[in-house]
């Protein structure tokens, strides 16, 4: 299994974290946005439309969405020991969708804060650019970031965020997990925090600047306790 995903993307570690979690075998293979896209065009063989990752080739299939890598993952699953991650995949796909519609609304308000932050840029460009050649290279990480702003549009605002977290802390209640067990459902849900404050782990924020450009103070100061709950998942589950 070919595993194509950007590092620091939450889409990219819901699939990432499905896969791990089912112990398969699969090579990780490192996405440079914009630069990359001819050859992701190339192993996923679409020409036309938009193309995204993460992306999974195996044996000649192409899954080129995180939920479809997610399930195919669990299906494979080497750990038999572990539960399933999909007992339910129609409430899945629901809180999917959430995570995806407060994670797009994140992604927009964090790309125009680094936009005004020349440290950020930096710390988002491709690692084959030298550390000390990075400070000449901030027009190619603002392109990338404009790039961004135009490909994925925002249509909703800050409140349906809120909304959607109010809704996960409705569904947690005092219980540790959206379902009866850990599920699919957290693990969308933690990675739809990433842009209320990222967790400190090696497949997020690349750098301090760009983590404060995804922290939102506001959101915060109100969701720690889902912060707090998230940090949790990571530790139990990670
Ligand atoms: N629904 C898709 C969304 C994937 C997505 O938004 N990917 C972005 C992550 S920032 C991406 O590929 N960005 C790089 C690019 O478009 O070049 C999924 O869950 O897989």
């Known amino acids: 299994m070919i595993f194509i995903a950007l590092d620091y993307s939450p889409w990219s570690d819901k699939a990432r974290w499905a896969l791990d979690h089912s112990g398969a075998d699969y090579v990780n293979k ?7 896209e001819p050859w992701l065009r190339f192993k996923t063989n ?3 439309g938009a193309v995204s990752v993460p992306v999974l080739l195996d044996a ?3 899954f080129s969405d995180s939920f479809d890598i997610a399930i195919y993952a669990d299906s494979k699953r080497i750990h038999q020991q572990r539960q399933t991650l999909f007992p339910n995949t129609a409430i899945a796909r629901k809180w999917n969708e959430l995570s995806e519609k407060a994670l797009t609304i994140g992604r927009y308000h964090c790309v125009v804060k680094q936009l005004d932050n ?4 930096q710390e988002i460009l491709p690692s084959f650019i030298p550390d000390a050649a990075k400070p000449y290279f901030t027009w190619l990480a603002r392109d990338g970031l404009k790039y961004h702003l135009k490909k994925y549009p925002v249509k909703e605002e800050l409140a349906a965020y809120r909304a959607i977290l109010l809704k996960l802390r409705e569904a947690l209640g005092n219980k540790g997990y959206i379902l009866d067990a850990f599920s699919y459902c957290d693990i969308v849900m933690a990675l739809a925090l990433q842009y209320v404050k990222p967790v400190e782990h090696k497949y997020s924020a690349p750098g301090p600047a760009v983590a404060d450009c995804w922290t939102h103070r506001e959101l915060l100061e109100e ?4 912060i707090e709950w998230r940090d949790w998942i990571y530790q139990q589950h990670r």
Do not use: E, H, N, P
């Open 30 to 36: 490192t996405y440079v946005s914009m630069v990359g």
């Open 46 to 48: 679409q020409y036309k």
């Open 60 to 62: 000649g299939k192409v």
């Open 118 to 121: 020349t440290q950020a840029q």
């Open 223 to 226: 969701f720690s306790d889902l």
